[in-house]
């Protein structure tokens, strides 16, 4: 198993421009699981409760996602529940409920602790901190997410989490918050001094930026005619981003860039329909034919010649 990820695997109920669902199979570990699932091996780690749909256990296993890390607990699965109606970029959450996330322990089993690639996705930080503790050894990459909640009521322990990471991928509005740093760059120049080698700034519509002591680059969003849900667009980008640097072992400056467009690619497809639906369903030919998208929507001939641009 190349990746584990430990995070939220979530029933949520969203309201967006374009509809409403209630109990739709969501959570962070959901859609970096099923996103990377398209590039290596996932093997998952997390709780849910009695009430777990049998069929979306059996959608993670359609993937190939290993999920015996996956406990069912008795009590209920984790609840989300928000809405995207003032601005498409921005969940307004109406409730969190932990449910059997409250008490959680993850303890890992001896392949699950030799995984070389660590995503922890968005949960308590102190649950991401375990299990960064419980690996055997160092993995080659770990990256982990947050949100606006942790920094709220858990900062030092997300404080702890960042300084001992590579990657940290954070909202643009949860990077200011922080920080303290309206201007962006600064933001993650201030994130950069705590740990990570590399920070993703992710700005919803407007693309993602990677920010690294050595370099920057701009991934940009692909421009659709219409986001449907915008929920799990970051986990999906998480999954894309880290599931082709895992199966290509390239974590050089140009495996990041182009980890980044592939994660662009992923979290393209999973705005587009409500929940899982569209990136569970995705073939090999729509991801190829979407990341070539890409490629023409960033190139760019450089200029012929010495003198570069025509200044007068
Ligand atoms: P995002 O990629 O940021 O849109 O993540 C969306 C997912 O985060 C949803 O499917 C929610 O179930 C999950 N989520 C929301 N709040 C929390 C939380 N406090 N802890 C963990 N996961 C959460």
Redesign the pocket.
């Known amino acids: 198993m190349k990746i584990l990820v430990v ?2 695997v ?1 029933y ?1 109920s969203v309201e967006t421009p374009e509809g409403k669902r209630e109990s739709q199979l ?3 570990a ?2 970096f699981s099923v996103s990377a699932s398209h590039f290596t091996e996932v093997g998952m780690v997390g709780v849910v409760g009695k009430d777990f749909r049998d069929e979306d256990l059996r959608m993670y296993e359609s993937h190939g996602i290993d999920i015996s890390g996956l406990n069912v607990v008795d009590g209920r699965t ?1 609840r ?1 529940s ?1 809405d995207y109606l003032q601005d498409i970029n921005t ?1 307004v ?1 109406h409730e ?1 409920q ?1 449910n059997v ?1 409250a008490e959680f322990a993850p303890s890992l089993s001896e392949k699950h602790a030799a995984a070389p690639f660590l995503f922890l ?4 930080p102190s649950l991401q901190l375990r299990v960064l503790e419980e690996m055997s050894s160092r993995p080659k990459l770990v990256a982990c ?1 947050t ?1 606006n ?2 920094i709220d009521i858990a900062r030092p322990s997300l404080a702890e989490l960042i300084s001992k990471v590579d990657i940290l991928t954070i ?1 643009e509005g949860e990077a200011r918050q922080f920080t303290d740093e309206e201007h962006l760059p600064s933001a993650a120049a201030e994130l950069l001094k705590t740990g990570p080698s590399t920070v993703v700034i992710k700005r919803g519509e407007y693309g993602a930026a990677l920010f690294s002591d050595k370099f920057n680059f701009a991934a940009p969003a692909y421009p659709l005619a219409k986001v449907v849900d ?8 998480a999954g894309g981003f880290m599931g082709y640097i895992a199966a290509t072992g390239d974590t050089s400056e140009e495996g990041l860039r182009r980890g980044a467009i592939v994660g662009s690619t992923m979290a393209s497809f999973a705005v587009e329909s409500f929940g899982l639906e569209r990136i569970r369903s995705l073939s090999r030919e729509d991801i190829e034919e979407r990341f070539k998208a890409f490629v023409e929507l960033t190139r760019f001939q450089p200029i012929d010649g010495s003198n570069g641009l025509p200044l007068r």
């Open positions: 995070g939220s979530a949520d969501g959570g962070s959901s859609y984790f989300w928000g969940a959450t969190t932990l996330f996705a968005n949960i308590e997410d949100m909640l942790w909202n915008p929920t799990g667009a970051g986990d999906s980008f």
